[in-house]
């Protein structure tokens, strides 16, 4: 039962971390946009140049 006393302290104070470092991440804007950074590697592709066709 001792343990209680032990283990109980830092499994709050873990907890606190946890949910001081979720209200960063929110205040900060990091769940903001969701979708956008999932569809940003689609875009990335730089146009072929007409004269690196004809090299192919």
């Known amino acids: 039962m001792n343990i209680v006393f032990i283990v109980l302290p830092f499994a709050l104070l873990i907890a606190g971390g946890v949910l ?3 209200l960063w991440a929110a205040r900060s804007g990091q769940f903001d946009d969701m979708e956008t ?3 940003r590697m689609l875009l990335d ?10 090299l192919e």
């Not at 592709?45 to 004809?54: C, F, G, L």
Request: charged content about 50%; aromatic content about 6%; proline content about 12%.
């Open 45 to 54: 592709d730089v146009p072929i140049k007409k004269e690196d066709k004809e």
């Open 20 to 22: 001081a470092a979720f």
């Open 37 to 39: 950074p999932g569809r």
